[in-house]
């Protein structure tokens, strides 16, 4: 489990990377075509792996509900992410990492329910959910990545 949750660290913290110059206003940008922004993405990350790990385990979320609820699947940006805001989900990012690890460790995920993402895979614990978290991230690292060149234009 160890490896797991390190490679999601390394990958939020290069996804920090990647963003770490763009300002407030660019972080907010929704360039023609898209549907979100860069911090939508960001809060996505958080409520995704919160919905996949915790709520599919019977247990309540570790973050901001309002947060958790606005940032889901299927959703969208609904308005301007404050400086302040941003800074918050910035740091959930890799603080969650480590109550996860704790949680981990203390059984929370033991009574994970299986079912079957958008995407056809298959999760029947909390294991294989980690492992597409970090497929998951990879994914929307790249909808960043292209985001930051049309908000850097």
């Known amino acids: 489990m160890n490896r797991q949750i390190e490679t999601l660290r390394k990958t939020r913290a290069f996804t920090l990377s990647v963003i770490n110059e763009l300002t407030v206003e660019q972080l907010n940008k929704i360039p023609e075509g898209f549907n979100n922004n860069i911090v939508w993405h960001l809060g996505h990350l958080l409520a995704s792996k919160q919905g996949v790990c915790y709520v599919r385990s019977g247990n309540p979320v570790t973050i901001d509900e309002h947060l958790f609820n606005n940032h889901r ?3 969208k940006p609904e308005g301007l992410v404050n400086g302040e805001e941003v800074e918050t989900i ?5 603080s969650v990492l480590d109550q996860f690890e704790t949680d981990y460790e203390n059984h929370v995920f033991d009574n994970y329910t299986s079912w079957t993402t958008r995407y056809g895979v298959e999760l029947n614990n909390i294991e294989e959910a980690l492992d597409f978290i ?16 049309l908000v850097n234009n």
């Open 73 to 75: 699947p299927g959703t």
């Open 90 to 94: 910035k740091g959930l990012l890799i």
């Open 134 to 149: 970090i497929y998951h991230e990879g994914l929307h690292l790249g909808y960043i990545m292209a985001l930051k060149k």
